[in-house]
């Protein structure tokens, strides 16, 4: 049974579509995140939602729109592709009763914009 | 804003040694410091975590170092396996709920 699974794993698309990408937890946590990886490999976090309520919301152009229709789904929308989008996209999830709030994450989106 | 960094992109160790991952932070707010172990291909996954009230946290053949002082901690890998090759990033938490701060990664490498 995955953890926090993201689908697609892989996206191939051209400059100017929309895309979505959709991340589900079956942990019973209470918080989501998106994390872009680029080309320098650096994890930074765009989004967070605690209970479907935006927690962090980083500097990221307004092209990217996350959704939580429920607390095991943190979905991704991606408006106008640009070819700086082209990154590796992970979900994760974290309970914050937990001490450290360790984040489990999904396996990883890999978006390539042409 | 790196405040999270890792100056080590590599490390190359033989099976049954030591292996030393480093991190330095700037942020005296950090209350946790974690662990990650990241194959090719996948998520990161979680390995060990250590409070800013501790000085060492052990499990297994990880252990965590923190030297608040010096805002450097460390991860030692003991003895080290070519299943331990992998890419470490070390990552701290902030004020804000669940924010983590990653650093860039290490690239370890055991060798048989």
């Known amino acids: 049974d995955t953890a926090v699974s993201q689908t697609p794993k892989y996206l191939v698309t051209q400059m100017g579509n929309d895309k979505s990408i959709k991340c589900e937890q079956n942990l019973g946590h209470d918080t989501m995140y998106w994390y872009k990886q680029d080309s320098k490999k650096f994890l930074k976090i765009m989004f967070s939602y605690n209970n479907k309520e935006l927690i962090i919301n980083e500097t990221v152009p307004n092209r990217f729109s996350p959704k939580s229709p429920d607390k095991a789904h943190l979905n991704l929308h991606i408006n106008s592709l640009e070819l700086g989008d082209s990154a590796v996209y992970f979900c994760a999830s974290s309970q914050e009763s937990i001490l450290a709030g360790e984040q489990f994450f999904g396996p990883g989106t890999r978006l390539t914009v042409l | 804003d790196q405040q999270v960094k890792q100056n080590s992109p590599s490390l190359s160790v033989q099976e049954g040694r030591i292996s030393i991952l480093n991190c330095d932070y700037t942020n005296s707010m950090f209350d946790y410091f974690l662990w990650y172990k990241k194959y090719p291909a996948e998520g990161p996954t979680f390995l060990i975590s250590i409070s800013s009230i501790k000085d060492k946290n052990e499990d297994g053949r990880f252990t965590v170092f923190l030297n608040k002082s010096a805002k450097h901690l460390s991860l030692h890998i003991v003895p080290s396996q070519p299943g331990d090759s992998a890419v470490y990033f070390c990552?701290?938490?902030?004020?804000?709920?669940?924010?983590?701060?990653f650093g860039r990664g290490t690239q370890l490498t055991v060798w048989p």
């Open positions: 990552a701290a938490r902030g004020s804000t709920l669940g924010r983590l701060y």
